[in-house]
Protein backbone atom coordinates (compact mmCIF):
# COMPACT_ATOMS: atom_id res chain seq x y z
CA UNK A 1 0.00 0.00 0.00
CA UNK A 2 2.19 2.31 1.28
CA UNK A 3 5.19 1.63 -2.14
CA UNK A 4 1.64 2.23 -4.52
CA UNK A 5 1.16 4.90 -1.99
CA UNK A 6 4.42 6.70 -2.94
CA UNK A 7 4.13 6.46 -6.25
CA UNK A 8 0.65 7.17 -7.06
CA UNK A 9 0.79 10.72 -5.96
CA UNK A 10 2.95 12.01 -8.96
CA UNK A 11 1.80 9.51 -11.54
CA UNK A 12 -1.85 10.46 -10.21
CA UNK A 13 -1.71 13.84 -9.91
CA UNK A 14 0.71 14.66 -13.34
CA UNK A 15 -2.13 12.59 -14.83
CA UNK A 16 -5.25 14.32 -14.02
CA UNK A 17 -3.25 18.10 -14.15
CA UNK A 18 -1.99 17.29 -18.11
CA UNK A 19 -5.47 15.82 -19.09
CA UNK A 20 -8.28 17.53 -16.77
CA UNK A 21 -6.69 20.60 -16.33
CA UNK A 22 -3.99 21.50 -19.20
CA UNK A 23 -5.84 19.85 -22.32
CA UNK A 24 -9.37 19.85 -20.63
CA UNK A 25 -12.27 17.20 -20.58
CA UNK A 26 -13.87 18.57 -23.77
CA UNK A 27 -10.95 18.34 -26.01
CA UNK A 28 -10.24 15.06 -25.39
CA UNK A 29 -11.81 12.64 -27.86
CA UNK A 30 -10.23 9.40 -30.37
CA UNK A 31 -7.64 11.62 -31.57
CA UNK A 32 -6.29 13.03 -28.44
CA UNK A 33 -5.72 9.02 -27.37
CA UNK A 34 -4.79 7.74 -30.52
CA UNK A 35 -1.76 10.83 -29.99
CA UNK A 36 -0.72 9.69 -26.80
CA UNK A 37 -0.86 6.15 -27.04
CA UNK A 38 1.12 6.90 -30.27
CA UNK A 39 4.26 7.31 -27.24
CA UNK A 40 5.52 4.16 -26.09
CA UNK A 41 6.70 6.60 -22.88
CA UNK A 42 3.03 7.67 -22.24
CA UNK A 43 1.86 3.85 -22.63
CA UNK A 44 3.89 2.62 -19.94
CA UNK A 45 3.01 5.16 -17.79
CA UNK A 46 -0.69 4.54 -18.37
CA UNK A 47 0.08 0.90 -17.55
CA UNK A 48 2.04 1.78 -14.45
CA UNK A 49 -0.70 3.97 -13.40
CA UNK A 50 -3.50 1.72 -14.08
CA UNK A 51 -1.59 -1.45 -12.11
CA UNK A 52 -0.56 0.59 -9.27
CA UNK A 53 -3.86 2.97 -8.87
CA UNK A 54 -6.55 -0.27 -9.34
CA UNK A 55 -4.61 -2.57 -6.97
CA UNK A 56 -4.47 0.42 -3.97
CA UNK A 57 -8.03 0.34 -4.48
CA UNK A 58 -9.29 -2.67 -4.18
CA UNK A 59 -6.67 -3.34 -1.24
CA UNK A 60 -8.23 -0.38 0.41
CA UNK A 61 -11.61 -1.50 -0.40
CA UNK A 62 -10.57 -5.15 1.15
CA UNK A 63 -9.30 -3.17 4.09
CA UNK A 64 -12.81 -1.59 4.60
CA UNK A 65 -14.64 -4.19 3.83
CA UNK A 66 -13.22 -6.60 6.10
CA UNK A 67 -13.89 -4.03 9.44
CA UNK A 68 -17.19 -4.63 8.45
CA UNK A 69 -17.04 -8.52 7.46
CA UNK A 70 -15.47 -10.80 10.55
CA UNK A 71 -17.04 -13.51 9.16
CA UNK A 72 -14.12 -15.93 8.03
CA UNK A 73 -16.71 -17.52 5.11
CA UNK A 74 -18.23 -13.77 4.31
CA UNK A 75 -14.24 -13.00 3.80
CA UNK A 76 -13.56 -15.84 1.66
CA UNK A 77 -16.74 -14.59 -0.19
CA UNK A 78 -15.39 -10.98 -0.43
CA UNK A 79 -11.65 -11.89 -1.89
CA UNK A 80 -12.81 -14.47 -4.71
CA UNK A 81 -15.24 -11.75 -5.80
CA UNK A 82 -12.79 -8.02 -5.25
CA UNK A 83 -9.91 -10.97 -7.04
CA UNK A 84 -12.08 -11.21 -10.30
CA UNK A 85 -13.19 -7.93 -10.03
CA UNK A 86 -9.33 -6.72 -10.02
CA UNK A 87 -8.33 -9.58 -12.60
CA UNK A 88 -10.90 -8.62 -15.03
CA UNK A 89 -10.97 -4.47 -15.14
CA UNK A 90 -6.91 -5.08 -15.08
CA UNK A 91 -6.91 -7.23 -18.04
CA UNK A 92 -9.86 -5.15 -19.49
CA UNK A 93 -7.53 -1.53 -19.22
CA UNK A 94 -4.01 -3.30 -20.31
CA UNK A 95 -5.13 -4.74 -23.05
CA UNK A 96 -6.57 -1.55 -24.40
CA UNK A 97 -3.47 0.92 -23.16
CA UNK A 98 -1.07 -2.42 -24.68
CA UNK A 99 -2.95 -2.78 -27.58
CA UNK A 100 -3.90 1.18 -28.94
CA UNK A 101 -6.98 2.52 -30.00
CA UNK A 102 -8.85 0.20 -32.41
CA UNK A 103 -10.74 0.27 -35.78
CA UNK B 1 -22.43 -8.36 8.10
CA UNK B 2 -25.63 -5.64 7.81
CA UNK B 3 -25.58 -4.93 11.59
CA UNK B 4 -21.56 -4.77 11.70
CA UNK B 5 -22.07 -2.17 8.74
CA UNK B 6 -25.18 -0.16 10.40
CA UNK B 7 -23.01 -0.17 13.73
CA UNK B 8 -19.70 1.21 12.10
CA UNK B 9 -21.73 3.89 10.20
CA UNK B 10 -23.65 5.06 13.17
CA UNK B 11 -20.46 5.16 14.75
CA UNK B 12 -18.41 7.03 12.30
CA UNK B 13 -21.14 9.53 12.31
CA UNK B 14 -21.54 9.92 15.83
CA UNK B 15 -17.66 9.19 17.44
CA UNK B 16 -16.44 12.60 19.00
CA UNK B 17 -12.86 12.24 17.62
CA UNK B 18 -12.71 15.96 16.10
CA UNK B 19 -10.14 16.51 12.68
CA UNK B 20 -8.42 13.39 12.98
CA UNK B 21 -11.45 11.01 13.24
CA UNK B 22 -13.14 13.27 9.92
CA UNK B 23 -9.61 13.15 8.49
CA UNK B 24 -9.79 9.25 8.78
CA UNK B 25 -13.61 9.12 7.58
CA UNK B 26 -12.74 11.22 4.67
CA UNK B 27 -9.80 9.20 3.80
CA UNK B 28 -12.10 6.29 2.95
CA UNK B 29 -14.95 7.82 1.81
CA UNK B 30 -12.59 9.81 -0.48
CA UNK B 31 -11.01 6.14 -1.20
CA UNK B 32 -14.44 4.46 -2.24
CA UNK B 33 -15.30 7.48 -4.15
CA UNK B 34 -12.15 7.59 -6.06
CA UNK B 35 -12.21 3.74 -7.02
CA UNK B 36 -15.80 3.89 -7.93
CA UNK B 37 -14.79 6.85 -10.50
CA UNK B 38 -11.80 4.36 -11.60
CA UNK B 39 -13.86 1.19 -12.13
CA UNK B 40 -16.11 3.53 -14.86
CA UNK B 41 -12.76 5.15 -16.11
CA UNK B 42 -10.99 1.92 -17.14
CA UNK B 43 -14.14 1.12 -18.81
CA UNK B 44 -14.72 4.29 -20.87
CA UNK B 45 -11.04 4.66 -21.50
CA UNK B 46 -10.55 0.64 -22.90
CA UNK B 47 -13.59 1.56 -25.37
CA UNK B 48 -11.25 3.59 -27.37
CA UNK B 49 -9.66 -0.09 -27.96
CA UNK B 50 -12.33 -2.59 -27.86
CA UNK B 51 -15.19 -0.11 -29.50
CA UNK B 52 -13.87 3.07 -31.15
CA UNK B 53 -16.86 4.34 -32.42
CA UNK B 54 -18.51 4.71 -29.55
CA UNK B 55 -15.50 6.57 -27.21
CA UNK B 56 -16.23 10.07 -28.90
CA UNK B 57 -20.40 9.76 -28.01
CA UNK B 58 -19.73 8.16 -24.56
CA UNK B 59 -17.41 11.14 -23.66
CA UNK B 60 -19.75 14.06 -25.22
CA UNK B 61 -22.35 12.25 -22.81
CA UNK B 62 -19.87 13.18 -19.84
CA UNK B 63 -20.30 16.99 -20.54
CA UNK B 64 -23.17 18.10 -18.49
CA UNK B 65 -23.74 20.00 -14.82
CA UNK B 66 -23.85 16.43 -13.01
CA UNK B 67 -20.55 15.31 -14.01
CA UNK B 68 -18.78 18.31 -13.64
CA UNK B 69 -19.92 18.47 -10.26
CA UNK B 70 -18.77 15.07 -9.74
CA UNK B 71 -15.41 15.33 -11.26
CA UNK B 72 -14.99 18.58 -8.77
CA UNK B 73 -15.48 16.47 -6.17
CA UNK B 74 -13.47 13.91 -7.63
CA UNK B 75 -10.84 16.35 -7.81
CA UNK B 76 -10.80 16.94 -3.97
CA UNK B 77 -11.00 13.01 -3.25
CA UNK B 78 -8.10 12.85 -4.99
CA UNK B 79 -5.91 15.77 -3.88
CA UNK B 80 -7.02 14.85 -0.08
CA UNK B 81 -6.74 11.47 -0.20
CA UNK B 82 -2.88 12.07 -1.59
CA UNK B 83 -2.25 14.87 0.90
CA UNK B 84 -3.52 12.86 3.99
CA UNK B 85 -2.27 9.17 2.48
CA UNK B 86 1.59 11.29 2.50
CA UNK B 87 1.14 12.81 5.86
CA UNK B 88 0.25 9.08 7.44
CA UNK B 89 3.56 7.67 5.33
CA UNK B 90 5.56 10.95 6.57
CA UNK B 91 4.20 10.60 10.37
CA UNK B 92 4.42 6.63 11.02
CA UNK B 93 7.40 6.34 8.84
CA UNK B 94 9.23 9.26 10.59
CA UNK B 95 7.86 11.13 13.14
CA UNK B 96 5.37 8.69 15.46
CA UNK B 97 5.74 10.92 18.45
CA UNK B 98 3.25 13.41 16.21
CA UNK B 99 0.73 11.17 16.29
CA UNK B 100 0.37 12.26 20.03
CA UNK B 101 -2.04 14.94 21.15
CA UNK B 102 -1.68 17.89 20.78
CA UNK B 103 -0.27 18.00 17.41
CA UNK B 104 -2.33 14.97 15.77
CA UNK B 105 -5.26 17.09 15.35
CA UNK B 106 -3.11 20.30 14.11
CA UNK B 107 -1.60 17.94 11.09
CA UNK B 108 -5.36 16.49 10.15
CA UNK B 109 -6.44 20.07 10.44
CA UNK B 110 -3.24 21.14 8.25
CA UNK B 111 -4.38 18.20 5.69
CA UNK B 112 -7.72 20.08 5.40
CA UNK B 113 -6.28 23.03 4.52
CA UNK B 114 -3.73 22.48 2.06
CA UNK B 115 -6.39 20.35 0.26
CA UNK B 116 -8.73 23.15 0.17
CA UNK B 117 -5.65 25.50 -1.36
CA UNK B 118 -4.68 22.80 -3.81
CA UNK B 119 -7.72 21.88 -4.78
CA UNK B 120 -9.12 25.88 -5.71
CA UNK B 121 -6.78 26.13 -8.67
CA UNK B 122 -8.28 22.81 -9.89
CA UNK B 123 -12.12 23.87 -9.31
CA UNK B 124 -11.63 27.64 -11.10
CA UNK B 125 -9.78 25.50 -14.27
CA UNK B 126 -12.08 22.98 -14.08
CA UNK B 127 -15.05 25.38 -14.37
CA UNK B 128 -13.24 27.66 -17.08
CA UNK B 129 -12.68 24.79 -19.41
CA UNK B 130 -16.53 23.89 -19.04
CA UNK B 131 -17.76 27.48 -19.89
CA UNK B 132 -15.01 26.82 -22.77
CA UNK B 133 -12.87 30.36 -21.41
CA UNK B 134 -9.74 28.51 -21.76
Known sequence: ?103 | MIKNIFNGVSGYISYRGGASHWTFVMHRVSGLGTLLFLSMHILLESTAHFAPHYYDRLNAGLRNPFALVAEILLAFFVIFHGVNGFRIAYIDLFRKDLWSLPSGPKTAKATWIISFILWIPALIIMLLHSLKLI
Open chain 1, 1 to 103: MRLSAILLVPLVWIHAILNTLIAGPENINLNYVAMRWSSIGWRIYSTLLLAFAFSHGITGFRQILFDFATNSTTRRILNLFLFFFWIVLSLVGATGIISGVGK
